[in-house]
């Protein structure tokens, strides 16, 4: 159970009904997880909902490896929800049931594609270390470009605003999803 109800309809101030409206019509199609909490303040929902609709689904990062991204990030931080909610959209990109089961088991993925293999290593060195090593950064610049690199960082750090909030506030798991993550 989390430690904040979600809000009803009815309950919902002008802001607050404002903010869930605009989620709902948009790409997301509904209000879950961390978007409930949010809710509850309208400010920060609105402009965290707006930083995510452009991580997710409007930056230059193809959808392949913001899912990656997004799956490092939520095994980091062990935010059940986000890696139940984001293994289908993953799978669905493309990324390999073996390189997330990998990722879930903090075991070195077996990628085949240098661009994957960047974004997790790139992903993994700003959570365990918080720095990008120079080798490391050139790479990825000279593989993924400064943008896509940018956006990349950009994605890590709304993905661990999502995660903090999960662990947080205890958000669960919701139907049918399973907890994966130890």
């Known amino acids: 159970?989390?430690?904040?109800?979600?809000?009803?309809?009815?309950d919902m101030s002008d802001a607050q009904r404002t903010i869930h409206d605009a989620i709902v019509n948009g790409p997301r199609g509904r209000v879950e997880g961390p978007?409930?909490?949010?809710?509850?303040?309208?400010?920060?929902?609105d402009k965290a909902q707006q930083l995510g609709q452009f991580a997710?689904?409007?930056?230059?990062?193809e959808p392949r490896l913001s899912e990656l991204a997004i799956m490092v990030t939520g095994r980091f931080w062990g935010a059940q929800f986000e890696w139940s909610v984001?293994?289908?959209?993953?799978?669905?990109?493309?990324?390999?049931?073996?390189?997330?089961?990998?990722?879930?088991?903090?075991?070195?993925?077996?990628?085949?594609?240098?661009?994957?293999r960047i974004v997790h290593d790139v992903s993994r060195a700003l959570h365990e270390t918080h720095r990008i090593g120079d080798?490391?950064?050139?790479?990825?610049?000279?593989?993924?470009?400064?943008?896509?690199?940018?956006?990349l960082v950009g994605l890590l750090g709304y993905y661990t605003l999502i995660s903090m909030t999960i662990n947080a506030f205890e958000v669960p798991l919701e139907g049918d999803q399973i907890a994966e993550l130890d």
């Open 1 to 10: 159970m989390s430690r904040v109800p979600a809000l009803k309809p009815e």
């Open 86 to 116: 984001h293994k289908p959209f993953a799978l669905k990109a493309g990324i390999s049931e073996e390189i997330l089961d990998a990722i879930r088991d903090r075991k070195t993925p077996p990628f085949k594609n240098t661009d994957e």
């Open 135 to 151: 080798a490391l950064y050139a790479e990825a610049v000279d593989v993924l470009g400064q943008q896509q690199v940018i956006d």
């Open 35 to 45: 978007l409930k909490i949010w809710l509850h303040s309208p400010a920060l929902a």
């Open 56 to 61: 997710r689904f409007d930056s230059s990062l």
